[in-house]
Nanobody
Framework: QVHIVESGGGLVQPGGSLRLSCTASGSIFSIYAMGWYRQPPGKQRELVAAVTSSGRTSYGDFVKGRFTITRDNDEDTVLLQMNSLKVEDTAVYYC???????????????????WGQGTQVTVSS
């Protein structure tokens, strides 16, 4: 069994910053990709950022240089630094881990990955 634990969500004003943290633990031999998707109210889940074990990163088009994902392979932990936050970044952010070597979905997501419970990020004045 695999556990995904997220932390770092909350309320922030427009233009502010937040850092999300995610750790995977349990019966994992190795994880290929880890990262974050988000689901804004009334919308589909979309890729925010992900990173492979070799350090290759993928970002959603809306990120535009505002977010940075980093990974500690030894600890199976990823950090998402989010700067210049906008009201439209408000969403539930979900961490995921994929042990299989396969492309990171940029459209939609895989339900068979390991997922956290989600953490709320609210950007509001």
């Amino acid at each position: 069994q695999v556990h995904i634990v997220e932390s770092g969500g909350g309320l922030v004003q427009p233009g502010g910053s937040l850092r999300l943290s995610c750790t995977a633990s349990g019966s994992i031999f190795s994880i290929y990709a880890m990262g974050w998707y988000r689901q804004p109210p009334g919308k589909q889940r979309e890729l925010v950022a992900a990173v492979t074990s070799s350090g290759r990163t993928s970002y959603g088009d809306f990120v535009k240089g505002r977010f940075t994902i980093t990974r500690d392979n030894d600890e199976d932990t990823v950090l998402l630094q989010m700067n210049s936050l906008k009201v439209e970044d408000t969403a539930v952010y979900y961490c995921y881990a994929d042990p299989q070597v396969r492309p990171i979905p940029t459209q939609g997501y895989r339900s068979d990955d390991y997922w956290g419970q989600g953490t709320q990020v609210t950007v509001s004045s």
